[in-house]
C-alpha cells in the first residue's frame, strides 16, 4: 500500500489511521505546489490527475481518493471494525454524516479558503469570522462531555483532529472553544497521533 501524502495536510488523517492499526504502508511524500513527487520529481498527475492528497495505491494496485473514501477503505482492512463501524449499519451512516461534514464544512467550507494564498480578503474574513465560529460552535455543543464523535475513536476523530490542528496554523485561537482544545488535546496524545505528527514535521518543506 502507497500513502500519498502532503505534511499536515488531510492525508495526515489517513497515516494516523495505518499507525492507529498497524498497517505497513510506504509513504510518498507530494510537493502539492508543482505536483510532482519529492521523492524522484516525477509526475503526480499521472498518479492521481485530481493533484490532491490523499491518494492511496491499494495492494491490488487501485488508486483510491478522497479522504473520506480512504479513511474508510483502511479501517476496513482491519475485520475488528476498530475505527468504523462495520459496513452496512446506521452507525457506519453515521460515521460518514461525520466524515462528510468534516470533509465539507471544515475542511473544504472553511481551510481551504484561509490556506489558498489566491482567496480573496473577503472570502477569507467570511470563513474565519462567520463560517468557522458557526461550525466550531455546532462541534463544541455536540462534543461537550464526549471524547470521540461516535462512541469510541473513529477515523472521524482522526479527520476532525487533522482539521483542529489546522487552527493554529492559519492564526486561530483554539482556546475560544475550550470543548475543542480539550478534545484536539485528549486525541493528539494519542501515540498514533502523535507518532504521525512527529513524523511530519520533520518532513516539512519550506515555501
Ligand atoms: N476532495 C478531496 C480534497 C483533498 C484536498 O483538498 N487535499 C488538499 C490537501 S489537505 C490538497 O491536495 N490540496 C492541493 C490542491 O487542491 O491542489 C478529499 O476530500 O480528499
Given at each position: 500500500?502507497?500513502l500519498?501524502f502532503?505534511?499536515?495536510?488531510?492525508?495526515?488523517a489517513?497515516?494516523?489511521?495505518?499507525?492507529?492499526?498497524?498497517?505497513?504502508?510506504?509513504?510518498?511524500?507530494?510537493?502539492?505546489?508543482?505536483?510532482?513527487?519529492?521523492?524522484?520529481?516525477?509526475?503526480?498527475?499521472k498518479?492521481?490527475?485530481?493533484g490532491?492528497v490523499?491518494?492511496?495505491?491499494?495492494?491490488?494496485?487501485?488508486?483510491?481518493?478522497?479522504?473520506?473514501a480512504?479513511?474508510?477503505?483502511?479501517?476496513?482492512?482491519d475485520?475488528?471494525?476498530?475505527?468504523?463501524?462495520?459496513?452496512?449499519?446506521?452507525k457506519?451512516?453515521?460515521?460518514?454524516?461525520?466524515?462528510n461534514?468534516?470533509?465539507?464544512?471544515?475542511?473544504?467550507?472553511?481551510?481551504?479558503?484561509l490556506?489558498?494564498?489566491?482567496?480573496?480578503?473577503?472570502?477569507?474574513?467570511?470563513?474565519?469570522?462567520?463560517?468557522l465560529?458557526?461550525?466550531?460552535?455546532?462541534?463544541s455543543?455536540?462534543?461537550?462531555?464526549r471524547?470521540?464523535l461516535?462512541?469510541?475513536?473513529s477515523?472521524?476523530?482522526?479527520y476532525?483532529?487533522?482539521t483542529?490542528?489546522?487552527?493554529?496554523?492559519?492564526g486561530?485561537?483554539?482556546?475560544?472553544?475550550?470543548?475543542l482544545?480539550?478534545y484536539?488535546?485528549?486525541?493528539?496524545?494519542?501515540?498514533?497521533?502523535?507518532?504521525?505528527?512527529?513524523?511530519?514535521?520533520?518532513?516539512?518543506?519550506p515555501?
Open positions: 500500500m502507497d500519498y502532503s505534511p499536515f495536510s488531510c492525508s495526515l489517513t497515516r494516523v489511521t495505518l499507525y492507529e492499526l498497524g498497517l505497513p504502508a510506504n509513504f510518498q511524500q507530494v510537493n502539492l505546489y508543482n505536483k510532482t513527487l519529492a521523492a524522484d520529481g516525477t509526475d503526480y498527475l498518479v492521481n490527475p485530481k490532491q490523499p491518494a492511496l495505491r491499494t495492494d491490488d494496485g487501485l488508486i483510491l481518493t478522497e479522504a473520506a480512504v479513511l474508510q477503505y483502511v479501517a476496513d482492512l475485520s475488528a471494525h476498530r475505527l468504523a463501524p462495520a459496513p452496512g449499519t446506521v457506519r451512516s453515521i460515521l460518514q454524516q461525520w466524515l461534514y468534516v470533509a465539507t464544512e471544515i475542511h473544504k467550507g472553511v481551510f481551504a479558503t490556506f489558498n494564498p489566491v482567496s480573496p480578503p473577503e472570502a477569507k474574513a467570511f470563513a474565519r469570522g462567520t463560517v465560529p458557526l461550525r466550531y460552535t455546532y462541534l455543543q455536540y462534543l461537550k462531555g471524547d470521540y461516535l462512541d469510541d475513536f477515523v472521524a476523530d482522526a476532525l483532529a487533522t483542529l490542528n489546522w487552527a493554529s496554523m492559519v486561530v485561537d483554539l482556546s475560544a472553544w475550550p470543548v482544545q480539550g484536539l488535546a485528549n486525541i493528539m496524545q494519542r501515540p498514533a497521533f502523535a507518532r504521525a505528527v512527529q513524523e511530519e514535521a520533520a518532513l516539512r518543506q515555501h
